[in-house]
């Protein structure tokens, strides 16, 4: 059953993998002997990170919706047909509430947070058809399932919520080509983006109080879901909404 969770060989595609969860999820691949393909903006982390996990950097822009073809392009021509892609990218525009939020960032944050994801998988797409197979792997929140009180955040939790809709409608399509397609929804953890509330105490307060496992989360504990769908071991799970926050959307 452990070798079900192996990856050798296979070609996988991780985006926002210059930090944070994109960059563990890289890691955690790489050490199942996935040949990783890290993508993000910021040059200097990504050259450092492909040094550590002997993978391939792809400097881009996300939301440079026309530009993602190419970067597939150039991962096929550099390590071969991708089996695995990890959406992991997605960023917050705005943190006024839904009655002030600015149109221009809910299109920035439906470009970063859906879109890039959409046309990445069309990229990867004609490459699993060669391969034979294909896990997708899309990195949503539990912002795209229930409203969190006190943070506004009305375009995030729309695009998390229609990235779940995506999943499930590209899974029943490919299906049939034996790509599956799952999206991955955390709760609260330690990152760059949510270290202030990890760093007020009246925060931490609130996280535990609504969080019944008495555990803080970690980026690690949602690597473990994504390596179970990556591979063999999820050969059966399509068109799902994995949630991994210690409870709370249970409560």
């Known amino acids: ?19 944070g969860l994109g960059a563990s999820v890289a890691r955690a691949l790489a050490a199942a002997g996935a040949r990783v393909a890290v993508v993000a903006r910021r040059k200097d982390r990504l050259a450092r990170l492909a040094e550590e996990i002997d993978g391939f950097p792809v400097a881009c822009d996300l939301v440079d919706l026309d530009g993602l073809g190419a970067a597939v392009e150039s991962v096929a021509g550099e390590l071969g ?25 809910m299109r920035r944050t439906m470009e970063l947070n859906l879109l890039a994801p959409f046309r990445l998988a069309q990229g990867v797409f004609p490459h699993m058809l060669k391969a034979g197979r294909g896990s ?22 729309a695009s998390k919520a229609a990235l779940s809709g995506l999943t499930a409608e590209l899974a029943v399509q490919w299906a049939r080509h034996s ?41 690690e504990d949602v690597v473990g879901a994504v390596l179970w769908l990556a591979g063999d071991a999820g050969s059966y799970v399509t068109g799902q909404t994995i949630v991994v926050d210690g409870g709370w959307t249970a409560r």
């Not at 991708?82 to 943190?95: D, K, P, Q, R």
């Not at 997708?136 to 795209?144: C, E, H």
């Open 81 to 105: 047909h991708s089996e695995i892609l990890v959406n992991a990218a997605g960023s917050m525009f705005t943190e006024e509430r839904a009655e002030a939020e600015p149109l221009e960032a």
């Open 179 to 219: 790509i599956r397609v799952n999206t991955v929804a955390p709760g609260f953890f330690r990152s760059e983006i949510t270290a202030p509330l990890y760093d007020n105490e009246r925060s931490r307060e609130y996280l535990r109080r609504n969080t019944p496992l008495p555990v803080q989360g970690s980026a």
């Open 136 to 157: 997708i792997v899309n990195i949503s929140s539990i912002s795209g399932r229930v409203g969190i009180p006190g943070i506004p955040q009305a375009s995030y939790a």
């Open 1 to 19: 059953m452990l070798d079900r969770f192996g990856l050798d060989g296979r070609v996988a595609i991780v985006t926002g993998a210059s930090s």
